[in-house]
């Protein structure tokens, strides 16, 4: 198997990922999909994922969105909808390229983007959702909870923000261009598309819990496990893991397993 740059244009924009293509034409291949300002090309998580799927010589396709990573673009765009049209357009065109049974794996935000595909009509053959941010009308006011008392050095927790929580305040901060990330400005697009959106329901309706695996640390500050309402029964919970599960002592307590689920075994 042979590691290519892959290339999507996107409304003359270049999205780019790395596949690892079996030299023997395959109908099977994993896409690896980011949270919310990540990198799938460049997580340790992702490489080791794809790493043991070569071993077992299936295909992996790991995507960076545009304005993400080694893909060109403006992270300030950033929208559920914008990165559904992306994730249609990969998904078509590996469809074209004879890949018919796609499997999915998700961090965080990307649970969202995968809620919307399936609603659409998409079908995968496995789906795995690491700490997937569907619950986003909770998370949003929980995280503008900490941001809010973090210089009054009040520690907000998912049991206790609700005490601190002001939705005045909280909707004119939706309502605010010019908000920054991390490391970027974001437009408030994103904020008012989500501030009251619960993508699990999608999931729970669409009764697709055998085909789900999700991998959740319940050390997780930034999407606490009590914000998750859909459960499916392939449940991996890691007792120390945070929301990024990169610590090779994390991952060792569920790539393993995630294998076996994509693969059958």
Known sequence: MKTILKEFNIDNQTLRGLEVKSEVKSDKIIVCLPGFGRSAVSEKKFKCL????????IPSLRIDYLGNGISDGEFKQTTVKNLVYQAKLILNTLKDEGYKNISVV?????????????ESGYLFEKIILIAPALNQKVLQRYWFTQKLMSPQKIEINIL???????ES???????RDGKMTKNEYINKDYFLENMNKKYSDILINQNTKNQIMMIQGLKDASVPFETQDFKPENLILIENGDHDL???DLRSEWTQKAIKFLINK
Do not use: W
Request: hydrophobic content about 35%; charged content about 20%.
């Open 106 to 118: 998700a961090h965080s935000l990307s649970g969202c983007v995968v809620s919307n595909l399936i």
């Open 50 to 57: 794809s790493d043991l799927l070569k071993i077992e010589s």
């Open 246 to 248: 990169e610590r090779p």
């Open 169 to 175: 305040l909280f909707l004119n901060e939706m309502n």
């Open 160 to 166: 206790n923000y609700t005490q601190y929580f002001d």
